[in-house]
């Protein structure tokens, strides 16, 4: 089994230019989560979605849009790049609420902002 | 917003146990502990979760203090594997997207 798979694994962009981080998952989970971690630091929630159809904002969602294509996948977009959206980002999804569900983590899109 | 506060890091031998601990004097009656640990280069991972009782899963035990204040995470015998960062997290029913800040957590290393 495959997990939660997030493509690509690095990428780099230019300040202005926009471009998606997908998410996928294999294992028929409802909630899916994005995440940002800034080196040094712990994790911060940008969006999820407790459900197929719903979408809420997390700690820190300026600057990003997300889309729950479907109950499998999840995706964050970044408009118009800047530099203070360089981090490493993580999705995750759960079976139910993660107040009493793991959450399961892909390994992560390391962004560069130039 | 309950809060928790973990040491910064800590040090453990090869084949020891070793007691990660974690205090949050402000939790609530709803509010669960829950542990995740990230090793170097890759997503947090679940370790366990608890409200009120203490709780064993193959990879930890959670100590939970009767008043709730502070938890204890056990690694009954670490390996080198178990070098990572530990976070220390409480969830409740009511800020369902606010509640899941990772905080800096614990580095834990292991010393052959």
């Known amino acids: 089994n495959a997990g939660v798979t997030q493509t690509p694994k690095f990428q780099v962009l230019k300040t202005g230019q926009s471009m998606t981080l997908q998410c996928a998952q294999d294992m028929n989970h409802n909630s899916m989560y994005w995440y940002r971690q800034d080196p040094g630091m712990g994790l911060r929630l940008i969006y999820y979605s407790a459900s197929e159809g719903t979408t809420d904002k997390g700690e820190v969602p300026n600057g990003y849009n997300v889309s729950r294509l479907n109950k499998r996948e999840f995706s964050l977009r970044l408009e118009s790049a800047a530099p203070s959206q360089t981090s490493v980002y993580f999705c995750?999804?759960?079976?139910?609420?993660?107040?009493?569900?793991?959450?399961?983590f892909g390994d992560g899109t390391r962004l560069s902002i130039l | 917003d309950a809060k928790t506060t973990q040491p910064n890091s800590m040090e453990s031998n090869e084949e020891e146990p070793v007691h990660l601990p974690c205090n949050h004097s402000?939790?609530?009656?709803?509010?669960?502990i829950h542990w995740y640990r990230q090793l170097p280069s890759q997503g947090p991972e679940y370790v366990i979760h608890?409200?009120?009782s203490n709780v064993n899963n193959r990879m930890a035990s959670l100590a939970i203090a009767e008043d709730r204040k502070s938890s204890t995470l056990i690694l009954h015998r670490a390996t080198l594997r178990d070098a990572a960062v530990y976070y220390c997290i409480l969830r409740d029913e009511k800020n369902y997207g606010q509640n899941f800040v990772f905080g800096p957590g614990t580095r834990l290393s292991v010393l052959p």
């Open positions: 995750a999804s759960s079976e139910g609420p993660a107040r009493v569900q793991p959450q399961h």
């Open positions: 402000t939790i609530s009656g709803t509010d669960y």
């Open positions: 608890g409200l009120t």
